[in-house]
């Protein structure tokens, strides 16, 4: 999986469309291999995206949980505690 997409289920405040958009755009880049698609392929590109967003909310609305919301803070903060730990200069 991708590092830089992160959980978007379960957090308080709810997930925005911004950043369901910017994990499509994440997972369209790591399955086509292409930063920034040319032009011939830019309208694939970009129709990938939108798909995988929209089903992606969709996915987000059906799931069920009966765990307590995620506070975004405290996952934010652990992520930077493993980034630390992960990348410390020695």
Known sequence: ???NIKTLYNFE???????????AVQYVRKVSGMQ??????EAAFER??????????HL?????????PRD??????RRRARAE???ATR
């Open 1 to 3: 999986m991708c590092r």
């Open 13 to 23: 405040p709810p997930t925005t469309h911004d950043e369901i958009h910017a994990a």
């Open 36 to 41: 920034k698609p040319s032009r011939a392929n």
């Open 48 to 57: 990938a995206v939108h798909e995988i967003a929209h089903v992606t909310e």
């Open 60 to 68: 987000l609305e059906a799931l069920v949980t009966t765990a307590a």
């Open 72 to 77: 975004r803070e405290v996952e934010a903060a």
């Open 85 to 87: 730990e992960r990348f």
